[in-house]
């Protein structure tokens, strides 16, 4: 009967469309609104906002929304933050004109050495170049430099810059923080964290030291003892080894927190120094890497501490004799990988250079190469995800850990091995502008430019 039918009656063909209609439309944003959250959020899904449709994209592209910029630091590396590397002579270190920069503003662009640094970033506010002596930290835009006795934090967006007072530890291993927001003579809130393990009989212990921009000073000198460490430092081609500082030089910083790798003839060590407010005292958790792991190589495997992943847990790249592997700690236990990870092999960042009778040249030389003469993993840049590599002296790779592929290849017979020092240029959030082209489709490609 028709009363039994109850809801499973036909209804009249115009009203099942609107139900239907309502049940599939989906709500809408005022663009207005919808451009002022993807102000707010990374890299990645700003693009993707982007490529939706054209209004999207020209409300991108204006001015007025670039100032209104408050990218949030995005859950995968974004290589095009990367904007090159600073080297410099070291025997010229006490000179201004002495840095360069290998430059690569887009994708696919040919890396070239240019002039100078000073001529590739914004003079001070008082008109001066900015002067870069030598670099010993670098991170998000800012720069740690020394000269003649003096620490300073320069902003490589602005050419700003604010000294840093001696501390107790003046000469020490330095470690560059940059927080969020604005604030300072370096337009950005910084710390800058110096230590140094000292590793003597039944008395191992790390000194530490931070100096904050927001308070103008240095903390108290913080003494940690670690007993979990045992040995002493690895020896470095028959001299002794250091007991004054055991730690390798170049840190990592994740999750704001500095780590610092430790080799010793009896095991390797991973530190992570979690630095606070200037009242709170710093923490120290020092990790044992496995048996597996080289630390006893005489200095002749190349180290050094990377993430895998954006923000990821700290991993071990190691370069022996045939290729470039990972040992990686997991995120939930903390426990380090018994087995290592293949990253790449020598024979594959070869083959990126194109030519095949520099190939056969350079594998000539590869055959009476000692190994620490054949690859050096010089830096890590952490936002972008990049590793630098270099072999057979004067070729230099940038590796992206995250496709584990040499995304670039640059070679200068100028920069002499043991000669230059090098830092990542990597630049801030808030001086990242994205262009796109008027065919820009949601899979096509786009291209990053910098402010």
Known sequence: MAGDSGGDA????????????????????????????AARSDPVTLLRCAATCSDMRCRVADPAF?????????????????????????SKADKDEHMCLVDAPTAGATIGLLASAAESFPHSPDGEPL???????????????????ELRVCNLATGCSQPVPHGDMFGSYYALLVGDGKGGAAGRPFQVVTASLVLEQNCNHLLVQAFSSELGTWGPCTEIRTPQIHGQAEHAYGYPPRSDNALRARPLVVGGAVHWLCLTDKAG???????????????????????????????????LLATMEAGGSPAVLVADGDKISAWIQSKHTARWNQKP????????ISRFIGDPDEESRLAQVWVWRTQEHKVSLVWFAER????????????????????????????????CRNKFMYRPCEMDLTTWVPTFSSSLACNSSVCIQFG
């Not at 002067?131 to 006795?149: C, E, F, I, Q, T």
């Not at 120290?284 to 597996?292: I, R």
């Open 269 to 303: 060590y991973v530190l992570k120094l979690c630095v606070g407010a200037a009242a709170a005292a710093p923490r120290l958790t020092v990790t044992k890497l496995p048996g597996s792991y080289p630390y006893n190589s005489k200095r002749k495997t190349q180290h």
């Open 341 to 348: 990870q293949v990253v790449i092999k020598y024979e594959e």
């Open 384 to 415: 972008s995800g990049i590793v630098l590599i270099r072999m057979y002296d004067d070729y230099l790779f940038w590796l992206d850990l995250q496709s584990m592929k040499i995304l670039r290849c640059s070679s200068d017979p100028r920069i």
């Open 10 to 37: 036909p209804r009249p063909p115009g009203q099942a469309s609107r139900g239907r209609c309502r049940r599939h439309q989906a709500a809408s944003l005022p663009i207005d609104l919808m451009a002022d959250i």
């Open 66 to 90: 670039r100032r209104r910029l408050r990218l949030r630091h995005a859950n995968r590396f974004v290589p095009s933050l990367l904007r090159g590397h600073l080297i410099g002579d070291k």
């Open 131 to 149: 002067k870069l002596h030598r670099p010993v930290s670098a991170r998000d835009g800012l720069v740690l430099v020394y000269k003649d006795h």
